[in-house]
């Protein structure tokens, strides 16, 4: 898809975008040390590559997007901008297309992770200024490369990104900053490893943790906090998707004392439907008693 320049990839492009057929593209070397480097070199060769009113391919190019208050880089497949300067981010999945639709699972994440590069791409576009602006110049749809049906030629489509542009914005916003998470540690909490072991213990016992069963696949402190969440005999110990239908009932002993009707607030869907749920148990439980003394 690279190769002589992008070719075949700005012909696919031009085939779903119309404008200017591409003759040939500038293809800028991004290389520089470090993340950082990269990303500011790639900013540059944005800049450069709007200004030449020609078409300019990036391959793998460096954005960074800051993620609760801390850099991020990220490295997508493609960016390629355009003579009228709009810039496309180019996705290359190995998933086919067959008769022009591929698995919607699939491109449902190639969206979601082309929207994060988008908005990476916005934050470049906003430091420079001028015109056209941000949101005029970097593409809301993405271009989504993949092999056609069963072979090994590539196929396109253009995927809409706008849906997933605006969640990623309203998660980003929600997320906790490195600041205040570090604002509500103890004075002098470190988590260096020379430290002692007590010294240790200490901070991470000063830092609330939030368990779910899907930590243990990714996370060393999963069995501290899974203990800590058993100790509390809090709900998340059985899963998010549970803690978000159980509301504010936030303990294991809170859940059982709404189902048997000792408290709660019987107009809360989720303690009415506990009590229902307590109810159709107790019946399961007294058909199964019958069946089994008639069986006896």
Not at 3 to 19: Q, V
Not at 70 to 85: H, K, M, N, T
Request: proline share 6%; glycine share 8%; hydrophobic share 45%.
């Amino acid at each position: 898809m690279k190769s002589d320049g992008g070719t075949e990839l700005l012909r696919l492009l031009h085939e779903h975008t119309g404008g200017e057929a591409p003759e040939d593209a500038a293809v800028p070397d991004l290389a520089a040390a470090g993340p950082e480097g990269r990303a500011a070199r790639t900013a540059l060769a944005l800049r450069e590559a709007t200004a030449s009113g020609g078409w300019t391919l990036l391959d793998h190019p460096m954005l960074a997007l800051e993620v609760a208050g801390s850099p991020a880089y990220l490295e997508p497949d493609a960016v390629v901008v355009a003579p009228d300067g709009r810039w496309t981010v180019v996705e290359i999945k190995s998933f086919p297309m067959i008769d022009a639709a591929a698995d919607p699972s699939k491109v449902g994440a190639a969206a979601r992770q082309a929207a994060v590069y988008v908005l990476a791409l916005e934050r470049v576009a906003g430091l420079m200024g001028g015109a056209p602006g941000p949101a005029d110049r970097v593409a809301h749809s993405v271009l989504l490369v993949c092999p056609k049906d069963f072979s090994n030629l590539p196929t396109a489509s253009l995927v809409d990104v706008r849906k997933q542009l605006s969640v990623t914005r309203r998660q980003l916003a929600r997320l906790t900053r490195i600041e205040e998470i570090a604002d509500a540690l103890l004075p002098g909490a470190s988590f260096a490893l020379d430290r002692s072991a007590p010294e240790l213990t200490d901070t991470v016992e000063s830092v609330p943790a939030t368990y779910a069963p899907e930590c243990l696949a990714a996370c060393e402190l999963a069995f501290h906090c899974r203990d800590r969440a058993r100790s509390m005999d809090a709900v998340t110990a059985l899963g998010r998707g549970l803690r978000a239908e159980l509301g504010g009932l936030t303990s294991v002993g809170a859940v059982l004392d709404a189902a048997r009707g000792r408290a709660g607030d019987a107009a809360d869907p989720a303690v009415a439907a506990l009590r229902r749920a307590a109810v159709l148990r107790a019946q399961a439980l007294e058909g199964a008693a019958a069946g089994g003394a008639v069986c006896r």
